[in-house]
């Protein structure tokens, strides 16, 4: 597709699960970065790739968040242990180059019960 | 300090007036700006990007930027009420997190009839 493609659209897991996010860029983005955003709030800075390396990880809330990026296309975004503040929308955003424009998915939102 | 601050909202214009969004930036070697909308229930997309002081016009829409004062606007001209909206600043800074793009809280605008 033309678009930066997240998947699943919605995922529903209960506390203590694991959960995998996907997320497809745009094809030839070399950039790629991940924000999540709670009801109601802005966006807060996970983590982005440059090719297949994280130069930035400082977003990530905690050792139960990690993220990988492979082939420079497709990065899986992975929590374990889910917990209820997880809750929110997962957004993924990509683009060509580190200083150009990003443009993001349609998210992914989760819900821990 | 907030690394991107907008102006608090929300924002209510008439349809027909000038909507202006304002946004300033911590960081003085932010290179690159941007500006998203963002529908309710929906993911940001963007409307425009500026990369040197000055304006940049795109229709309806003017980017200011003033690097000296550490500024960016967004200026909505003829505003309808189909541009009523969350509008998130976004800033790109270079060094060690290059690449990385810091949103603001956003500003939420109605345009009313």
């Known amino acids: 597709g033309a678009g930066v493609s997240q998947s699943p659209s919605n995922k529903v897991t209960e506390k203590g699960k694991d959960v995998e996010l996907r997320c497809d860029p745009i094809?030839?983005?070399?950039?790629l970065y991940w924000y999540r955003q709670s009801l109601g709030q802005g966006l807060e800075f996970l983590i982005y790739?440059?090719?297949?390396?994280?130069?930035?990880k400082s977003g990530l809330p905690s050792d139960r968040f990690s993220a990988e990026r492979t082939g420079g296309s497709v990065s899986t975004l992975t929590i374990q242990r889910t917990q209820q503040e997880d809750s929110a929308v997962y957004l993924c955003?990509?683009?060509?180059?580190?200083?150009?424009?990003?443009?993001f998915g349609q998210g992914t939102r989760l819900t821990v019960v | 300090q907030k690394e991107v601050e907008q102006n608090s909202g929300p924002l209510s214009v008439p349809e027909g007036a000038i909507a202006s969004l304002n946004c300033t930036y911590s960081d003085r070697v932010s290179q690159s700006f941007f500006w998203y909308r963002q529908y309710s229930g929906k993911s940001p997309e963007l409307i425009m990007s500026?990369?040197?002081?000055g304006d940049k016009e795109d229709g309806r829409f003017t980017a200011q930027l003033n690097k000296a004062s550490q500024y960016v606007s967004l200026l909505i001209r003829d505003s309808q009420p189909s541009d009523s909206a969350t509008y998130l600043c976004?800033?790109?800074?270079?060094?060690?997190?290059?690449?990385?793009?810091?949103f603001g809280q956003g500003t939420i605008l109605t345009v009313h009839p």
């Open positions: 500026i990369y040197s002081n």
């Open positions: 094809s030839g983005h070399t950039a």
């Open positions: 976004a800033v790109k800074r270079w060094g060690t997190s290059y690449g990385k793009l810091t």
């Open positions: 955003a990509s683009g060509k180059a580190v200083n150009t424009e990003a443009f």
């Open positions: 790739f440059q090719g297949n390396s994280a130069p930035d």
